[in-house]
């Protein structure tokens, strides 16, 4: 579906610029917070990476698959600032290592968290090291996989209710606002393909 190596950039990021994505909500009802969706070019395929949070008691996100990110702090410059800072403290990769393609949108959390999600080309030149305390895993799960579920489902050109969608890879689920997240990218990516 995507070129790799040289053409993954241009393709995603054609993609994303041609789409129009969910606009941010009323600032005064939601706490801002921001991830990174990261892509994998790989020679003969595209992932997409994911974490699964630790498995805490108490912790409200525990054991669920998430892209790398977390709230915004005074002392960041924005939320791009804050998904890339987060990228770096859970899994030392540094931003210099990104080649950022902009905002896919904003999507809200049941609990009033607004999540700016951005969308970056990792080049694969650091080894990923996250702190089990609050990652359990790490993910490279492959764009076609996640097609393959998306259109098995029914998915395509549609908007499921969040309590329905789910990818599942392997032992693991994504689910809530990460798998919103993900529709939202699939049908991007659709939608590209369609018009290219």
């Known amino acids: 579906m995507l070129a790799h190596t040289n053409g993954c950039i241009y393709q995603i990021r054609s993609a994303l610029d041609r789409a129009v994505h969910p ?5 005064e009802r939601f706490e801002s917070t921001a991830v990174i969706a ?3 070019c790989r020679a003969k395929c595209t992932d997409l990476l ?3 949070k630790a498995d805490v008691a108490g912790y409200p996100w525990r054991n669920q698959m998430a892209f790398p990110g977390g709230h ?3 002392t960041d410059a924005g939320p791009l600032a804050t998904a890339l800072r987060e990228l770096q403290e859970e899994l030392c990769i540094h931003p210099e290592n990104v080649t950022v393609l902009g905002s896919i949108g904003h999507f809200q959390t049941i609990n009033n968290k607004d999540i700016q999600a951005f969308a970056g080309i990792w080049n694969q030149q650091e080894t990923i090291r996250s702190d089990a305390a609050e990652i359990s895993r790490v993910f490279q799960i492959p764009v076609a996989h996640l097609l393959a579920l998306h259109r098995e489902k029914g998915y395509a050109g549609q908007r499921p209710n969040v309590m329905e969608l789910t990818y599942p890879f392997e032992d693991v689920v994504i689910w809530g606002v990460t798998a919103k997240i993900v ?3 699939l049908e991007v990516l659709i939608t ?4 290219a």
Do not use: A, G, M, N
């Open 23 to 27: 606009p941010p909500p009323d600032p």
């Open 50 to 52: 994911f974490i699964q």
């Open 72 to 74: 915004v702090d005074k």
């Open 38 to 40: 990261l892509f994998l």
């Open 192 to 195: 590209s393909e369609k018009t």
């Open 183 to 185: 529709h939202h990218l």
